[in-house]
């Protein structure tokens, strides 16, 4: 079955330490992956898409098809990092993506 | 500006009462879809549509109702409210297309309903 899974609901990171966010999915064939970003009181946004492989606010993912896994990662968190992420997969077929449960960054000061 | 929006933003409600909340987007988007939000379950699909009079069930359909005559609006009915479907929704389009991040979804600001 297809699945995303985030393992963390919660991660508090101290400001300027290494966050990483991790997301695993179930999936036989080339899905494509995406990281959504809430901050409070605001909608959802697309933050990364792993086709792009782009850096956006000093965040990177790299997808590892041999561990089926699409981690968020950014070297020095900062406060503004704050919100909720959600892991996405999109199998490329009946347009049914399918969203991980979410990990709330917490960052400390 | 390019843009989804719901209307209405909040709403408290009581049991059995139909309501419809409104879904519009401005980018000439084909595929639309309804989600809801809730603690400790993330977001989890309702319906999406993958064109005009084109709609599907999604993960958690039972309850809700859509239809999609426009290609612009998606409406989500609910036509007798229960508690358990206070939670906060989402509306979200997307257009299908070549190259990278073929599936980047739009998302609206949210409505969150409350029924008593």
């Known amino acids: 079955a297809q699945r995303v899974t985030q393992p963390e609901k919660l991660l508090s990171v101290f400001k300027g330490a290494p966050v990483e966010l991790k997301c695993n999915y179930s999936y036989s064939g080339s899905p494509e992956l995406f990281w959504y970003v809430q901050y409070s009181r605001q909608r959802l946004q697309l933050l990364l898409r792993?086709?792009s492989r782009e850096s956006i606010k000093g965040f990177t993912a790299d997808l590892n098809k041999g561990e089926t896994s699409f981690h968020l990662k950014k070297p020095f968190a900062q406060e503004e990092d704050s919100a909720m992420y959600y892991c996405?997969?999109?199998?490329?077929?009946?347009?049914?993506?399918?969203f991980g449960k979410g990990t709330r960054l917490h960052i400390l000061p | 500006e390019a843009q989804v929006t719901q209307n209405p933003r909040y709403l408290i409600t009581v049991t059995g009462k139909k309501l419809t909340v409104t879904c519009s987007q401005n980018m000439n988007h084909e595929y639309m879809s309804w989600y809801r939000q809730d603690p400790g379950l993330g977001l989890r699909q309702i319906y999406y549509?993958?064109?005009?009079?084109?709609?599907d069930k999604g993960d958690v359909p039972e309850g809700y109702k859509v239809s999609r005559k426009e290609k612009r609006n998606f409406p989500l009915i609910l036509e007798s409210p229960s508690p358990n479907q206070t939670s906060l929704y989402f509306c979200a389009s997307s257009q299908p297309r070549q190259g990278s991040g073929r599936y980047e979804q739009y998302f609206g600001p949210g409505t969150r309903l409350t029924v008593t």
């Open positions: 792993h086709i």
């Open positions: 996405a997969l999109f199998p490329g077929r009946d347009d049914k993506i399918i």
């Open positions: 549509s993958m064109n005009v009079e084109v709609t």
